[in-house]
């Protein structure tokens, strides 16, 4: 039998939330393998092979290798890796990651069908005082937003209390790329932009699981896509940071599904 829908967005049986609860963990394992590889010299191309195997080894697959946009070439990595300015979607290659240099590593994986998403943004070696404060209010910024995700709150509440956050520190916030629903699908009902009004959107029901991301740029909010059809940048040039977990709304709250602390997994 198909999942109840309510207006277009699954809500997952206790069954269907055990899986996506291990393609999370499949997920947090090989985020624990990329923390443990990101160096100076290494290439974004060695840690996309970290990520293949660790998945592999963990008996499911990549979200995103051959994964299909609108008008965009297969994905041809296991990973996305962006550095600096890149915001997402930066396809691992022959790239070597310099000391200062600050990469987003996003990863996603299947179990049974279903999907895990999740991405964070990490030093390489040393960085700037101004950068290490980008990547912890991105950090921060995602803490706020699951906090605000619980039964009977609204989709508005998750966008405005990332948002608030970013304009306090100084930052912008991307609003041509979202969080969104998962489950079957990596990318389902409802979109949660990281910018909005609280109280406002969607209701959050139990058994909902969506994948909250913010998106923070040092400069504008803008954004250029490069030709090679994925990698998105910010129009000026500045550094970005994104933070992401794929979470289950329960009666308890948020739980999220991509930590390794997600009890469930620890039996
Ligand atoms: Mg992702
Ligand atoms: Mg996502």
Same mark, same amino acid.
């Given at each position: ?121 990490? $030093?390489? !070696?040393? #960085? %700037? ?5 980008? +990547?912890?209010? *991105?950090?921060?910024?995602? &803490? ?90 910010? $129009?000026? !040039?500045? #550094? %970005? ?5 794929? +979470?289950?709304? *329960?009666?308890?709250?948020? &739980? ?12």
């Amino acid at each position: 039998m198909a999942s109840p829908r309510t207006r277009g967005i699954t809500l997952k049986s206790a069954k269907e939330l055990e899986l996506m609860s291990r393609a999370g963990w499949v997920v947090a394992q090989a985020k624990e393998r990329l923390r443990e590889a990101v160096a100076p010299g290494v290439t974004t191309g060695e840690l996309d092979r970290i990520a293949a195997e660790e998945i592999a080894r963990l008996g499911a697959t990549s979200s995103f290798k051959g994964y299909t946009g609108v008008g965009a070439p297969p994905f041809p990595g296991t990973i996305c890796a962006s550095v600096n300015e890149e915001i997402v979607h930066g396809i691992p290659g022959d790239r070597v990651l310099l000391e200062g240099d600050i990469v987003s590593l996003d990863v996603g994986a299947i179990v049974c069908g279903f999907h895990g998403d999740s991405a964070f943004t990490c $030093a390489v !070696g040393s #960085v %700037s005082e101004d950068r290490q404060r980008l +990547i912890d209010a *991105t950090r921060e910024a995602l &803490r706020l937003g699951i906090a605000e995700a619980r039964v009977g709150a609204r989709i508005g509440d998750i966008s405005a209390a990332v948002e608030s956050h970013a304009i306090h520190l100084g930052y912008s916030v991307v609003r041509q790329y979202v969080g969104h629903g998962i489950g079957r699908q990596m990318h389902e009902e409802p979109q949660i932009p990281n910018y909005g009004v609280a109280g406002r959107g969607p209701l959050l029901r139990e058994g909902m699981t969506i994948a909250i991301e913010p998106m923070l740029n040092v400069g504008t909010w803008e954004t250029t896509q490069l030709d090679d059809g994925w990698t998105v940048v910010t $129009a000026d !040039g500045n #550094v %970005s940071a994104h933070f992401e977990d794929t +979470i289950a709304i *329960t009666s308890n709250g948020a &739980r999220i599904l991509t930590s390794l602390d997600d009890l469930s997994q620890r039996s």
